[in-house]
């Protein structure tokens, strides 16, 4: 108890002293062995995030027909989203806690911005994933018509412009007012504590409606099931249907934990910091957490687009033509002949008799638009 007291009775003296803050040190909280760590996960995490983000937007947006579809521009928004994360997070982090580097308020709440934006946009974009799936669930005979492109990009230029709005507050004016003593924030310098609870609460709130839209998406998923196995009447549709229901519970479970697993602990330090003095020990303890939040967008490529058949397909497609092309160019002849067309590629991988079963429902929407299918014929 004496310990912790003396901790925040330094942690407030630090804040409180003029010179103590004027390099910002009372930021800086990592031990030696804490900017190990935290300099190998970053160091891990943020180009193998760069590269494979980078990735689904090049293969979008060398693809035709998934350039058009909104589905495909959601993720690609997500991917988008989460190359600036590594980008603006990696750099920022490691110049501030592991390089010491200390920058002028409008230097660093640009930085900030630029991260702020990154990860709501991330958020933003898993939102519209939902949403989108939402609505391939629930109106499925008029979905196309309610979900067209042109309203797709228009949701997405209002969610980029949005965050861009709401992460570069701080540098518009909405900053602390004292500087850097209270009410300022003990997680970032120059920011307002409302301003952070405003932020958090946002985030808070996209969550809790990703997870709302995932669990109308299972229950609804499971009535459709139940349905037809009523209208179809076979022998062994109890165990498919349960089968069905384990995997759309499994899809939705990994979500949550994901989700949850990621941004609850920082959101959860940042609501901290708005209502007590946080310890030195907890400004570290919030310095890994937020790299969570740089693991988010590590996982979100597999989780959400390489888990699409199609994606998945387009893929193979261009590492075929880059090879191909290499080939081409170290050999000096055309080494293309005899390889398969796109359309036999294409319809080559999509065999339903050569695709596993488990492959074939790599997601929701594909699960009903199967299961319709199949009592037209």
Known sequence: IFFEMFTCMETSLMFLTNG???NLECYMVLMKAEKSAIGFICFLAGPFTLFENALVLVVIATTVTLRQRPSYLFIGSLALADVFASCFFTTSF??????????????????????????SSSVGSLLLTAFDRYLCIHQISSYKVLLTRRRALLSLLMLWSTTIIISFLPLMGWRCPTGLAPPCSHLFPYINQGYLACWTSFILVLLVLILGAYALILWKAHRHESSMSSLQGAAGTGQARMRMDILLARTFVLILLILVGCWLPALTFMLADVAVTLTLAQQRAFAFCSTLCLLNSAINPLLYALRCRELRVALLQLIQRMWSSV????????????????????????????VPRSIQLNSISEIVNRQQLHVKT
Do not use: I, W
């Open 94 to 119: 490691l110049d501030f806690h592991l390089f010491r580097r200390s920058d002028g308020p409008n230097a660093y709440l640009f930085k900030l911005g630029g991260v702020t934006m990154a990860f």
């Open 327 to 354: 080939r081409c160019n170290k050999s000096g002849q055309d080494v293309t002949r005899g390889l398969p067309t796109t359309e036999n590629q294409t319809s080559a991988v999509l065999t339903e008799d050569e």
């Open 20 to 22: 103590s803050c004027e």
